[in-house]
């Protein structure tokens, strides 16, 4: 699971039994990725580009005005 869902989701706990050395050690490194969000998203290898911010948010705005919604 995403580490970012984990967090989302409020779990109580987490139980694992690899750490990120072993994960490494087999080819799943994930330091790069921490590496490319310390840069500027001009400068990441894996370029991006926002397009229709304004119909996007709204999303976002029917998200916080939903009363029956689970929060996070």
Partial sequence: MC???IYWVHLDKMYYGNNKTD???IGFDDS???D???LTP???RLKTEM??????I???????QKEDKIEY
């Avoid at 397009?51 to 996007?56: C, K, M, R, T, V």
């Avoid at 709204?58 to 916080?64: G, K, P, Y």
Wanted: charged share 35%; hydrophobic share 45%.
């Fill in 58 to 64: 709204r999303a976002f705005q029917e998200w916080a």
């Fill in 23 to 25: 994960a490494k050690n």
């Fill in 36 to 38: 490319e969000l310390e």
């Fill in 51 to 56: 397009l229709l911010p304004e119909e996007a």
């Fill in 3 to 5: 580490l970012g869902a």
């Fill in 42 to 44: 001009e400068d990441r």
């Fill in 32 to 34: 790069f990725i921490y």
